[in-house]
């Protein structure tokens, strides 16, 4: 998906923590099958092609600049 293609700003005080049993049964099985999701909170980013000082940058999720790092590398 494409930077842009959907609601890209979080809401104040959104915060992505989900459970293990979350983050496999619903976000990544969702991801797999192309299913939507109202945001997508999980970007897409190949980490080798980009210096890890752009990484801020790539990613779907910000708000107001502040940058949530990825915590699972898939």
């Given amino acids: 998906m494409?930077?842009?293609?959907s609601a890209t700003f979080?809401?104040?005080g959104?915060?992505?923590h989900p459970t293990d049993e979350e983050l496999l049964r619903?976000?990544?099985k969702r991801k797999l099958v192309n299913k939507p999701f109202r945001?997508?909170?999980i970007?897409?980013?190949d980490i080798y092609k980009s210096e890890p000082w752009d990484l801020p940058g790539l990613t779907?999720?910000?708000c107001?600049?502040?940058?949530?790092?990825?915590c699972l590398y898939v």
Wanted: hydrophobic share 45%.
């Fill in 64 to 70: 107001n600049s502040l940058w949530l790092p990825p």
């Fill in 43 to 45: 970007s897409v980013i």
């Fill in 39 to 41: 945001f997508d909170p």
């Fill in 2 to 5: 494409a930077r842009g293609d």
């Fill in 14 to 16: 959104f915060r992505f």
């Fill in 60 to 62: 779907q999720a910000s």
């Fill in 26 to 28: 619903y976000y990544l």
């Fill in 10 to 12: 979080l809401a104040p």
